[in-house]
């Protein structure tokens, strides 16, 4: 099992409840100087929004940091 958190507007508390169970939750955080993915998968998602870092804010608190992707393409090879 694998919850995959959506870009745009992440989980916030079904995050929270994701990690307390256990189950891995996977997020995308696009470096500050790159907020639209340059690639040719999904070049409208925005993650400089305070609704799109929340997931990977939850995940690196939870001592997880290599289940947050840098990149769309990263973000998929994850699922």
């Keep these: 099992d694998v919850f995959l958190d959506t870009p745009s507007y992440n989980a916030h508390t079904v995050g929270c409840d994701t990690l307390y169970a256990g189950v891995p939750m996977i997020s995308l ?19 400089d929004k305070l609704a ?3 997931g990977a804010s939850l ?14 393409v990263q ?4 699922m």
């Design 29 to 47: 955080l696009l470096p500050d100087n790159d907020s639209k993915n340059t690639g040719d998968t999904c070049q409208d998602v925005r993650t």
């Design 52 to 54: 799109s870092r929340v």
């Design 59 to 72: 995940i690196k608190a939870a001592n997880i940091p290599e289940l947050v992707a840098s990149d769309m």
């Design 75 to 78: 973000y998929e090879e994850f």
